[in-house]
């Protein structure tokens, strides 16, 4: 797997986690996976046309200002699998399906 830092922290507060939820503040899922589909275009150089959520599983929720980390890798099928963790655990994994 190719380890490449995501990029957040995200600012805190992030408008994305305004009611979500007051009081103890998470980073939803969808900016999650934006974030991380980013990445993966800029550091494979593809198109985001070319790419459709095959499945993602969000295992436990990120706090903003959390440091997250991104693993993926492109299978022989062309399939990109990946992994969004902090501090050594599993926030989210996933796979990309080419189109």
Request: glycine letters at 10%; a positive charge.
């Amino acid at each position: 797997m190719t380890r490449t830092p995501l990029p957040l922290p995200l600012p805190v507060p992030h408008p994305a986690t305004e009611g979500h939820f007051p009081g103890s503040p998470i980073l939803p899922g969808v900016v999650l996976l934006d974030e991380a589909m980013r990445v993966i275009e800029r550091t494979l150089g593809v198109e985001p046309a070319g790419w459709r959520i095959a499945s993602v599983k969000f295992l436990r929720p990120a706090s903003p200002g959390e440091p997250l980390r991104l693993e993926h890798e492109r299978l022989a099928s062309g399939t990109i699998r990946f992994t969004i963790s902090t501090g050594g655990r599993t926030v989210a994994t996933g796979q990309l399906a080419p189109t």
